[in-house]
């Protein structure tokens, strides 16, 4: 399984960037997706996850309402859109795969991207 992440950059706080995730060797509609992130002196954290099942979404309490996860199974790519960035969502952003989820924790994913810095200014 490989998974390159992209999209990341440098913008002003209350701006916008979209981040993309292309996966390969694997059966990329019948995986869960997530995006976490971390910050530095941070554990990894969380962000939003969508299933394979029914596309049904899931957000960390901090995003809801900014950010968007959505795939497109044609093209085996996840996407995180994020809108009314904050400095706090400065992070290295990862986009992960699994089989089957139960928490949305970082042990839930098997699978991990390199990762693409996000960094918000204020």
């Known amino acids: 399984v490989q998974l390159q992440a992209s999209g990341g ?3 002003q706080a209350g701006g916008s960037l979209r981040l993309s995730c292309a ?4 059966t990329f509609s019948v995986y869960v997706m997530g995006w976490f992130r971390q910050a ?7 962000v939003a996850g969508i299933t394979w ?3 049904s979404t899931h957000y960390a309490d901090s ?15 996840v996407y995180l859109q994020m809108n009314s960035l904050k400095p706090e969502d400065t992070a290295l952003y990862y986009c992960a795969a699994t089989r089957s989820v139960r928490t949305w924790s970082l042990r839930d994913f098997a699978s991990w991207g390199q ?3 996000v960094t918000v200014s204020s």
């Open 63 to 77: 995003v809801k309402g900014r950010f968007t996860i959505s795939r497109d199974n044609a093209k085996n790519t």
């Open 9 to 11: 950059g440098l913008v």
């Open 23 to 26: 996966a390969s060797g694997l």
């Open 40 to 46: 530095p002196g941070k554990e990894r954290e969380f």
């Open 115 to 117: 990762g693409t810095q």
């Open 53 to 55: 099942s029914d596309s």
